[in-house]
């Protein structure tokens, strides 16, 4: 399966800074995710696309986390202003059949 | 709503000992089951999958899971564990394609000499 391209793949910020992840497809999938992964946990669901739309965002925490996907291939993940316990591995994954794949993760750490 | 259970946060081994990481869900309807492992300081890779079929798939590195419907379970086993096998093992459910996967609190496996 071809993946995804990640960056930054390391970020430190410092508290009510901002900061921005990209993601991009190196083959064009329709479904695209991103995950949070706090230490020690699983990872959660941030944001599901389809496409260019929006399948579901109801665990994004939206007065600080905003993403889009410009014309169905790349997607940005944003957030402003950071907060302490934003550090955590963000990762993108697409969907191919029955089966989600992940790329290598961006990890933010917060000071 | 689904959800994941891993009922060991951490697993011990001797290298060659056999090992079995636990995964409980709760769904109800049909699911899909799936193991991922995390190395350190990488992202999430797939090690096998539960679509339907035969209960018993098989992965890479040698893993194996089985499916048990009664029991709502998906257990993952390798009978002879290597040191390069340390690491974090996350199990994951979704109810049908083209929707999120959920995720349990993941199982370190630790393999020692």
Redesign the interface.
């Known amino acids: 399966e071809a993946g995804v391209a990640q960056s930054p793949r390391y970020k430190i910020i410092e508290k009510r800074q901002s900061v921005a992840f990209w993601c991009n497809p190196i083959s064009g999938h329709a ?1 695209l ?1 991103w995950y949070q992964q706090i230490l ?6 941030l944001i ?1 696309f ?1 496409n260019n739309g929006v ?2 965002d109801s665990q994004l925490p939206k007065d600080r986390f905003s993403a889009e996907r410009l014309k169905g291939v790349d997607s940005t993940l944003k957030i402003q202003p950071a907060k302490l316990e934003d550090s955590a591995v963000y ?1 993108c ?1 697409w ?1 191919s ?9 961006s ?1 933010l750490t917060v000071v | 709503a689904q959800s ?1 259970t891993q009922l060991d946060s951490q697993v011990p081994v001797f290298e060659e000992a056999p090992v079995e990481l636990r995964c409980n869900y709760s769904s109800s309807v049909s699911v ?1 089951l ?1 193991w ?1 492992v995390q190395y350190p ?6 090690l096998l ?1 539960y ?1 339907s079929g035969s209960t018993l798939v098989k992965g890479i590195n040698g893993f194996e899971a089985e499916f048990n419907k009664s029991q709502t379970s998906f257990h993952l086993r390798k009978p002879s564990v290597h040191i390069s096998d340390t690491a974090e093992y ?1 199990c ?1 459910v ?1 109810h049908q ?2 929707t ?7 199982t370190t496996l630790s393999v020692s000499s």
């Open positions: 479904t995710y020690g946990q699983g990872p959660k669901l599901q389809q399948v579901d990762l994954a969907g059949g029955n089966t989600i794949y992940f790329g290598e993760g990890w | 994941v899909y799936f991922y300081n990488q992202g999430l890779q797939l999958k679509l996350f994951a979704r394609a083209g999120a996967l959920i995720f349990g609190k993941g």
